[in-house]
């Protein structure tokens, strides 16, 4: 039986990721009534792949690793205090006569909204699991799908399956902290860029092709693999002490592809908008990786200035006499409070 949340809000953002928190943050600085969806458990998006990778590439913001960041992009996307439901992926979008838009998600819930914004970027992420016997029984262990903390690698014997750039910035990033680092790929070249590849023999990493995974040995970890060279049918077995697994990330297309709204796609995912983020559906827009458009940015720093854009727009939308952007933040009264934390306290 579905749950109607019956609370009609202003704006409701789909997705918790850098575009979607900021986007919450602008909305709560333009007074309207924000909702954020996320799928997840946990806010900040796909920026939780790479949490130990260093970005340097946000405008006045030095060098900050991806933990950091989210961090500091949630407290930020909470400044107003909006709505939050985690886990609650949205399957179906209708437009009701009242012109509001109708939200049901999969856990049997239907939201409510007088504007919608995707920043979904690429789908809900899942890493694809590795296909060896018994392989969830070490995910709380010594099998890993992502690198939250470079120190669990330290002085470790290390493999990592996986042939694509980021199983090979990994393999060099390891190196000088493990004790040895063993890069295989069941293909017949690596799937990264020349230049990384060509760092793993500089970074004493043994790496083979055509060679996959077959068993994980072990009783509470891992400390044995097995593997198969896909051409010789040869088998080894290797002592490790932790294994990483970068085959790739599942991703759900269903919203984009199975909404009852006719959203304008790029490539049957992207909405094709315009340059303010406006999709050919009045109310619906797009920022981030889910928005397409000829001058789109693909950074971080773009998905921020999506967010504005989109919130100025449903601003705009829902109150046409409105100024078409917010006051900037040094003047803005809604901040005289909250300045005195930072200025008086901090």
Same mark, same amino acid.
């Given at each position: ?57 946000? %405008? ?16 930020? %996307? /909470? ?10 992926? #949205? ?11 109708? /939200?049901?998600? &999969? ?17 809900? #992420? &899942? ?22 903390? #470079? ?51 500089? *970074? ?58 006719? #959203?304008?796609?790029? &490539? ?11 999709? *050919? ?9 889910? /928005?397409?458009?000829?001058?789109? /940015?693909?950074?971080?720093? %773009? ?44």
């Amino acid at each position: 039986m579905m749950e109607h949340n019956e609370e009609v809000y202003d704006v409701t953002i789909i997705g918790g990721g850098p575009a979607g928190l900021f986007a919450a943050f602008y909305a709560g600085l333009r007074e309207m009534k924000v909702k954020v969806i996320e799928a997840q458990s946990q806010l900040g998006g796909k920026v939780h792949v790479y949490p130990q990778k260093m970005i340097w590439d946000i %405008g006045g913001m030095t060098p900050i690793n991806g933990s950091g960041l989210i961090e500091q992009m949630i407290e930020q %996307g /909470l400044t107003f205090e909006p709505t939050i439901e985690l886990q609650q992926t #949205i399957t179906k979008m209708n437009k009701l006569d009242s012109h509001i838009f109708e /939200l049901e998600t &999969d856990q049997q819930k239907i939201h409510y909204s007088k504007t919608v914004i995707m920043a979904v970027g690429a789908g809900v #992420i &899942d890493p694809i699991k590795l296909d060896a016997e018994n392989a969830s029984l070490y995910e709380n262990s010594n099998l890993y799908y992502s690198v939250k903390s #470079i120190a669990d690698f330290k002085d470790k014997t290390v493999l990592i399956s996986g042939g694509g750039s980021s199983a090979v910035d990994w393999a060099n990033e390891l190196a000088p902290v493990a004790k040895q680092v063993i890069l295989i790929y069941r293909g017949d070249d690596f799937k990264a860029h020349e230049s990384d590849v060509s760092k793993l023999a500089r *970074n004493n990493v043994e790496y083979r092709t055509h060679t996959e995974i077959t068993a994980l040995l072990g009783d509470d970890s891992i400390n044995e693999v097995k593997t198969l060279n896909n051409q010789t049918n040869k088998t080894d077995t290797l002592s490790v002490d932790a294994v990483l697994v970068n085959h790739g990330y599942n991703r759900n297309h269903q919203l984009m592809t199975e909404s009852g709204l006719q #959203i304008e796609l790029k &490539d049957n995912y992207f909405i094709q908008g315009n340059v303010l983020g406006e999709s *050919n559906i009045p109310g619906l827009y797009g920022a981030g990786d889910i /928005l397409s458009h000829e001058g789109k /940015l693909h950074l971080i720093a %773009g998905a921020f200035q999506d967010a504005a854009n989109v919130v100025n727009c449903a601003k705009r939308y829902l109150d046409p006499e409105a100024q078409k952007v917010a006051l900037v933040s040094s003047h803005n009264a809604r901040f005289k409070e909250k300045n005195k934390e930072y200025l008086y306290t901090k």
